[in-house]
Structure formats: C-alpha cells, structure tokens
C-alpha cells in the first residue's frame, strides 16, 4: 500500500493528491483582506459609481435611520461613509459620545463603530475617536 498513489478529481481529470496543491501555488497564502479587497467592476452591478452609491443608500437608509447593516462590503462602506460626515474632521469624540451619534443611525453601535475604524474612516487611539481626514 506504500506505493499507491491517492488520487482526486473526475474520472476524466485525476492527479495525484500530492500535486494537488501545485494547481494554484500559494493560494492558500493570500490573506484574507487581500481577497475581500479585490477590484470589483461597477458595470457588474449596471451602474456608474455615483448611482450605485445614491441606490445604496437609499435602499439601507430610512428617514435617516440605518435599515439594516449592510454585508457586501462595497456597500457597507458606501453605508460606513455616509455616517463617518457627521464628525467633525479633527475632532476627538469619546466612545461614549460616538455611540450617541450612532444611535441615531442605528441600535448596533459596536458594528458601526468598528467599522468606522475597520474602514480606516476613523482612528482610534486610548478609547479616544477621530475622523481621519482623507
């Protein structure tokens, strides 16, 4: 049994287990920010960019409130910027006063606030925020 080789795939397409790794070399390697971060076109979705964001947001947003977070991330950061211009560029905010104005926006204020800062739309430094200019 030493010297039987294990094979995977199709009837019609079988290599060895061995090699099977060798099909896309460093493919496991990639990090996973690196994949989520990967170009998407917008003609996928049939709209120029500025149309696609107004659709965004007025599918997640009702009389200014937040329906829903978003789980595309294209669209979470459409969603995630809208609500990152109600702070004051240079500005330091406690987490107490963030969650204030993220309640208006929605009741799940950790998500909101860890995406501001996830999405390098604010930093946080000693439970101190601010909005990071671009």
Excluded: C, W
């Excluded at 702070?87 to 501001?116: K, M």
């Amino acid at each position: 049994m030493y010297g039987a080789a294990i094979m995977v795939g199709t009837a019609s397409a079988s290599i060895p287990l061995h090699h099977a790794g060798s099909l896309l070399p460093n493919a496991l390697d990639r990090q996973l920010a690196d994949v989520v971060h990967l170009p998407q076109s917008e003609s996928a979705s049939g709209l120029d960019g500025d149309a696609y964001r107004k659709k965004v947001l007025q599918t997640f947003f009702r009389r200014g409130r937040l329906v829903s977070i978003p789980a595309q991330l294209k669209k979470r950061q459409i969603i995630l910027e809208k609500i990152a211009q109600e702070f004051e560029p240079g500005r330091q905010y406690t987490e107490s006063e963030v969650n204030h104005l993220l309640l208006d926006f929605h009741d799940d204020i950790a998500t909101l606030r860890r995406g501001l800062v996830d999405h390098g739309l604010m930093e946080r430094q000693g439970g101190i925020y601010q909005h990071k200019v671009s």
